[in-house]
Nanobody, 115 residues
Framework: VQLVESGGDLVQPGGSLRLSCVAS????????MSWYRQAPGKERELVAG????????RYADSVTGRFTISRDNAKKTVYLQMSSLKSEDTAVYFC?????????WGQGTQVTVSS
């Protein structure tokens, strides 16, 4: 299993970014996928999740209405569209899959929101 995130950047408050996570090594279309983030000095927290077919999504209260999770099973990719970014969104963002009772994580991508 391999998960590779990309798309992180430095962005001004109020800006937008789209993160991508490309998966390999498992049947992507069969698995629920999640995005997490970890800010300096804080615990890793769930940001958003999406069902295997993309029909069901869930979000942390802190990002509801600003972030959108989606997936393209043909491309084995899960996305996180982030808008109206705030300084408190600054963190390393990770994608995750649970498979065979084990959690697999990507290496993360840094998002910094600052003027």
């Amino acid at each position: 299993v391999q998960l590779v995130e990309s798309g992180g950047d430095l962005v001004q408050p109020g800006g937008s970014l789209r993160l991508s996570c490309v998966a390999s090594g498992f049947t992507f279309s069969m698995y629920y996928m999640s995005w997490y983030r970890q800010a300096p000095g804080k615990e890793r927290e769930l940001v958003a999740g999406i069902s295997s077919d993309g029909s069901i999504t869930r979000y942390a209260d802190s990002v509801t209405g600003r972030f959108t999770i989606s997936r393209d099973n043909a491309k084995k990719t899960v996305y996180l569209q982030m808008s109206s970014l705030k300084s408190e969104d600054t963190a390393v963002y990770f994608c995750k899959v649970n498979r065979n009772s084990r959690a697999y994580w990507g290496q993360g991508t840094q998002v910094t929101v600052s003027s």
